[in-house]
């Protein structure tokens, strides 16, 4: 049974620091791994995909790194802003396509 | 594009009502809706997956019964909470997959807060 587990699961950072989150699973047998952040009471919005045969993804300030035969996942985010705190999530998903296992997230706090 | 909309974003009701979430894809249609739980500080918990026209498919611990989900048409799922208990408030988020995209990405609503008195 597929378990993702997230490291630290709280984070206060200062306002330009870059950062590192993240993730890791146990099953290696997976589709694809995926970032999502939440805002506090709001749904998810989608950062980053990365497939299965791929290594990383970019988008912006935003690096995402995969890892399958350790079972790690990582999310770098450079130059973090005040605009950046919530919840991150990643999510490992089966090998059908058809479920996403999330993680408990890690809750970040940028301070200006 | 790929918007979800869920409806209502917050639920307060008395013990034993019986409340009913919406889940529609705005600008496409959807051929899997996916219900997910979250509890506070938890992980999301996929509760079930749903397909047009079929019966959803529960995952292990959910009751059927207690969870109706009714997916009538390409751009709407929704779930009954049946009888609702104290034990049953939670946060609730469905998300949906665009026909002929192999189920990738998922598209999430807002959520719902559900809160049984």
């Known amino acids: 049974k597929q378990e993702v587990t997230q490291i630290p699961a709280a984070l206060s950072v200062p306002e330009g620091e870059n950062l590192v989150l993240n993730c890791s699973f146990t099953?290696?047998?997976?589709?694809?791994l995926q970032w999502f952040r939440q805002d506090p009471g709001k749904g998810l919005t989608s950062l980053l995909l990365?497939?299965?045969?791929?290594r990383e993804q970019t988008s912006g300030r935003l690096n995402a790194s995969l890892d399958k035969s350790s079972g790690r996942s990582t999310l770098y985010i450079a130059a973090s802003q005040p605009g950046d705190s919530a919840t991150y999530l990643c999510?490992?998903?089966?090998?059908?396509?058809?479920?996403?296992?999330f993680g408990k997230g890690t809750t970040l706090s940028v301070s200006s | 594009g790929a918007v979800v909309s869920q409806h209502p974003s917050r639920v307060i009701c008395k013990s034993g009502t019986s409340v009913k979430i919406e889940c529609r894809s705005l600008?496409?249609?959807?051929?899997?809706m996916f219900w997910y739980r979250q509890f506070p500080k938890k992980s999301l918990m996929l509760m079930a997956t749903?397909?047009?026209?079929?019966?959803?498919?529960?995952e292990q611990g959910v009751e059927k019964d207690k969870f109706l989900i009714n997916h009538a048409s390409l751009t709407l799922s929704t779930l009954t909470v049946t009888s609702a208990h104290p034990e049953d408030s939670s946060f609730y988020i469905c998300?949906?997959?665009?026909?002929?995209?192999?189920?990738?990405?998922?598209?999430f609503g807002d959520g719902t807060r559900l809160s049984i008195l």
């Open positions: 600008d496409f249609q959807a051929t899997t």
């Open positions: 998300s949906a997959t665009e026909v002929g995209t192999n189920n990738q990405p998922q598209h």
């Open positions: 099953d290696s047998a997976i589709y694809n």
């Open positions: 999510a490992a998903c089966n090998q059908a396509g058809t479920a996403l296992i």
């Open positions: 749903s397909n047009e026209g079929s019966k959803a498919t529960y």
């Open positions: 990365i497939q299965s045969s791929q």
